[in-house]
C-alpha cells in the first residue's frame, strides 16, 4: 500500500470535520483512496461511516478542511456541475434510496437515463445489472412489495448501473443472508478488478475478514491507524 | 431527451393519478370561479350597454328658426363625433308625441290657441364604452350652434347609470385581479404540495447524478397537461352550468329581452392558455423554491 | 385523552408548518373570493334597494268622489299589506306639481278654464326582498276599492329592475353554491394532500396499535385550527382591500350617494364558522377515503 | 420442546398461505409458538420471514389457511378490534418505519400514548427504554440525523416501550455492529426471561449460533424441518 504517493490518489482528504451543532460526527480526517482500491471504512454504529460517503458524495459539504477528487475540490464545485461530478460516484445507500413510485426496471434506468444514455443502452445497461443482482424476473415489481434483500440488491444494481469510477457502498450486505452478501462482494470485486474504486462502509469485520482488502477504522468520528485484517 | 421527457411525465401522471387529479380539479374549479365571474360580467355590461343605448339627447330650437335651415342644422350635428342618427321632431309631431304620454292629462292640451312647443331634434348616439363622458362634450358642441335654445338628456338617469358602471368596472378589475392572483396562489401551492409528496423522489434523483433540467422538464410538462386538463373541465362544467342556470332564467324573466351569450372561441382558448399559464407559473414558483430546500 | 390530543395537534402544526400554512392560505383564499362576492352581493343590493324606495304607486280616483271619503280611503290603502306611507295629493297640488315637471311646456297649461286632473294618492312600499310580485298584487287589491279610477306605477322600470334582480339572485345563488362547493373541494382537496404526505406516519401509527380515533382527533384539531387562521386571514386582507378600494371609489365617484358597507360582525363570524365547518368537512372527507386506503 | 401441546400455544398457523398474484410468498405453513418462548425464524432474502410477521401483527391477511392468537382467530377480528390486538404486538420492522416529523422521544412515547397512559406514566417508560438501547441522549434527534444503527435502537425501544406480550423482530441487528447487537439481544433475553414471547426473523445464522433457541427455517415461502443450531 503507497498512501503517501499522491500521484496516484483519486480521493484525498485534509484535516476535514462535519460538525452538526456541537456534535462532530468527523473529526479531523486526513483519508486518501488510490485509483482502484478496495477500502473498507469499518467502525461501530455511530461513528461517523455514513457520514464520510456523504461529504464524498456531495450530500453534505464539510464543515471544514478540503476534500479532493481526482484533483478538485469538491468545495469549490459550482452547483450546476456536481451533478456531472456525481456521475463518478455509484452509491448503494444504507436506507436503499428506492424510489416508491418507479418500478424496479424504472429505478435502475434512472441512473443512465439521467447520464444521457440512448433508449437502447439503457434497456440493455439495465437488464444486465438487474441479471447480475439476480433480480432480473422482479423488474417490473415496485420497491416496496420487495423484501428487505431484495431491495438492497435493486439498490447495488442502480449503483452500478452508471459504470461508476467509484462505488460508494454503505452497508451493502446488511439485509443480505450469507449466501446473497457472498454473490454482492463477488460482484463489487469483480467491478474492482475492472478498475472501478470501491469503498464500502461496514459494521461486519466478519465480511471483512471474508473479502479482504484495506481498511480503516472509524470510531466516535475519529480514524484510526490503518490497519489489515 | 425530449421523448424521454414526455415518457416520464406521463408515466409520473398515471402514477400519481391522486395527485393529478388534485391539482387538475383545483385549476378547474379556480377556472369555473374566474370564468363564471368574466360571464357573469360580459353578460351584465351587455344589459347596461342596452340601455346606454335607449339614451337620446333632445335638442331645441328657437321659436323662430325659419324651416329651410332645418336641413342644415341637421347635417351639422350628423356630421358631430359619437353620433348615430337625428331624427327631426317638428312642433306638430312633438305635440302629438306629448299628448300621448300624458294620456290622462290629455285633457288639458283639448284647447290650445296655438302649438306652444318648439321644434326639436332627436339624437341617437354610437354604443361606446366611455358614453357619459361623451353625452356632455357633444352636448356641450351642439349648444354652441346659434339656433339651439335649449338642450335635455337624461341628467338623472345618467349620473345613477354611471355610477352603477363605475362601480362595476372597479369591482370588475378588482375581483379579475384578485381570483387571476388566487388561481394562482392555489395552483402553486398544490403544485408545492405535490412535490413536498415527492420531495424524497426529487432528492434520490438528485443523489444519483441527475442535473435539475432533468428533474424539472417532465414537472412542467405534467403540470401544464395538468392544467390544460382542468381548464378544459372548468369550461365544459361552466358551460353546463351556463346552459342549466340559462334555461331557469329564460323561462322565468322575459326572454329575448337581452341575448345572454357564453365565451366566444377566442376567449375559450385564453382561458385555456391563461390556465396552462397558470400551471406553469404555480409550477415555476414551487420548483424555484423547492430545489433550493430539497 | 382530550389535552394529549391538542399537543398532538400543536405540535403536529408547528412540525408541518408548510403543509399548515398552504391548507390556511387555501382557505384565506377562498374566504376572500367568497367574502368578496358576498360584499359585492350585498351593496349592490343596497343599490338597488336605494332604487326601489324610489318607485311609487300612484292611485287616481274619480272626479265624482267626495272629498269627506279622502280620509277612508286613505286609511283603507295605509292597512294593506306592504304599503309603508300614503300621501294625498290634491287636484291642486298635482297641477303645481305637473307645471313644475312640464318646465319648458309649463305654458301650455296657463290658460285652463279648470283643473281637470283627479285627487290621487301617492304610495310608497315597505322595501322588501320580493317587491315586484308585491307591487302587482298591492296595485290589484287597490283597484278593487270602488273610488279608485286608475293606477299607474313605472311599469317600464319595474320590468327592467325586475329582470335586473331576478339575474342578480340567479347569479348570486349560483355563485354563492358555486364558491362553497369549491372552497370546500379545495379544501378537501387540499388535506388530502396533506394527509397524503402524511401518509406513511398515519400507517405506522396503525401498525403500532393506535386506533383510528387516535389519530383521526389530532387531524381535526388541526383542520379547524389551520381553517379558522385562514379564515380571519382572509377577512382581514378582504377588509384591506375593501378600505383600499373603497377610498378609491369614494374619490372618484359620488361620495356618499350610497353607504358602501363591509361585514357586520355578525356576518364575520358565520364566515369565520363557515370556514372551520369547511376544514372540517374537507378534512373528514379526506380521513374518510383515506383511512381506508392506507 | 413441544410443538404437539396446544395447551400452551400462544400462537397457531394453520395450513397458511400468503400470496401475491400467482406468487405464493407463503405456501403452507403450521407453525406453533408456545408462550413465553424465543424463536428465531431463519432464511435466505425473499424466503417469506417478513411475510410470516406481517400476517402475525395483521398488517396483511392470510391469503388462505388460519392463524390464532391467544385462541383468538385473526381473521375473523372486526375493524376496530384490530388496534387494540395489535397493541400485543411490539414490533421492530425491518426498515424502521420512525416516522420523521417527530423526535425520537415523540416516536417512542407514541406506542404508550396510543394504549392510553398517562402523562407521567408515558415519560416515566420512554426514558427507561431509550437508556435500555443507549439512545437517551439522543432523545430530542429526528430520525433522520441518526445514523442506520441508531435508527435502529429506536425503533427497538419504541417495540418494548408497550410492555407486550410478544416481540416481533426483524433483523433487529442488520445494522448493528457486534457489540451493539450483543447489547440489543441481552435486552430481549431480558424480555424473554420477564415473561415476554420472542419472535425473531433473521437470516444472520451467526446470530442464532452466538444467542440460542428455537429456530424455524424458511425458503421460498416452505418452512423446512425444525432444527436447533
Ligand atoms: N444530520 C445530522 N444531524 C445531527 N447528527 C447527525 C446527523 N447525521 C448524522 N448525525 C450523527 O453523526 C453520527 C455519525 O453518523 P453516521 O450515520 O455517519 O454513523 P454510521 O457510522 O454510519 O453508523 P451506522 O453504522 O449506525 O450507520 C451519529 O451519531 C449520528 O447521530
Ligand atoms: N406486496 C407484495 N407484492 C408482491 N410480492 C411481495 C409483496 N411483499 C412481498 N413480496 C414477495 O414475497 C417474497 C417474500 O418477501 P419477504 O419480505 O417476506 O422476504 P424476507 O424473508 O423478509 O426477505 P429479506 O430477508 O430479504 O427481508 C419476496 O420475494 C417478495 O418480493
Ligand atoms: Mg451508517
Ligand atoms: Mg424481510
Known sequence: MNIGNSENSLIRMFHVYRRYGKYSALFDINFDVQKNEFVFINGPSGAGKTTLLKLLYLGEPASEGQILFDGINLSRLTKNKIPHMRRNFGIIFQEFKLIPSKTVFENVALVPEAAGKSGRQVQKKVSSVLRAVGMEDRQNAFPLTLSGGEQQRVAIARAVAGDPKVILADEPTGSLDAESAGMIMELLKGFHIRGSTVIIATHDTELIRKTGGRVVYLKQGRMQQPSNL | ?294
Open chain 2, 1 to 294: 431527451m425530449i421523448p424521454l421527457f414526455f415518457k416520464h411525465a406521463f408515466r409520473d401522471i398515471s402514477k400519481n393519478k391522486l395527485l393529478n387529479a388534485v391539482s387538475a380539479i383545483t385549476i378547474a374549479f379556480s377556472v369555473i370561479i374566474t370564468g363564471s365571474f368574466i360571464l357573469f360580467f360580459i353578460n351584465t355590461t351587455d344589459i347596461l350597454n342596452m340601455w346606454k343605448k335607449g339614451i337620446k339627447i333632445m335638442v331645441y330650437l328657437y321659436p323662430e328658426v325659419p324651416g329651410e335651415m332645418i336641413p342644415e342644422i341637421q347635417k351639422k350635428i350628423s356630421g358631430m363625433y359619437g353620433v348615430q342618427d337625428v331624427r327631426f321632431i317638428s312642433k306638430g309631431e312633438a305635440l302629438y308625441i306629448l299628448k300621448e304620454q300624458m294620456k290622462r292629462q290629455a285633457s288639458l292640451l283639448e284647447n290650445l290657441r296655438e302649438n306652444p312647443l318648439p321644434d326639436a331634434f332627436e339624437i341617437r348616439m354610437i354604443p361606446s364604452s366611455r358614453p357619459w363622458e361623451k353625452i356632455e362634450s357633444l352636448a356641450a358642441r351642439i349648444d354652441e350652434i346659434p339656433q339651439v335654445e335649449e338642450i335635455e338628456y337624461g341628467q338623472k338617469w345618467l349620473t345613477r347609470f354611471s355610477y352603477i358602471i363605475k362601480v362595476f368596472k372597479l369591482t370588475g378589475y378588482a375581483f379579475g385581479i384578485l381570483f387571476f392572483i388566487a388561481s394562482v396562489f392555489i395552483v402553486a401551492n398544490t403544485v408545492r404540495l405535490v412535490l413536498y409528496t415527492r420531495r424524497e423522489e426529487i432528492e434520490i434523483m438528485r443523489l444519483i447524478g441527475a442535473s435539475d433540467g432533468f428533474i424539472k422538464v417532465p414537472f412542467y410538462i405534467e403540470c401544464v397537461i395538468q392544467s390544460a386538463i382542468g381548464g378544459i373541465i372548468g369550461i365544459t362544467i361552466l358551460y353546463l352550468v351556463f346552459v342549466s342556470v340559462l334555461s331557469n332564467v329564460e323561462q322565468g324573466v322575459t326572454s329575448g329581452f337581452i341575448n345572454v351569450r357564453f365565451f366566444s372561441f377566442g376567449i375559450m382558448s385564453l382561458i385555456l392558455l391563461c390556465s396552462m399559464i397558470t400551471g406553469w407559473l404555480g409550477c415555476y414558483l414551487s420548483l424555484k423554491h423547492f430545489l433550493k430546500t430539497v
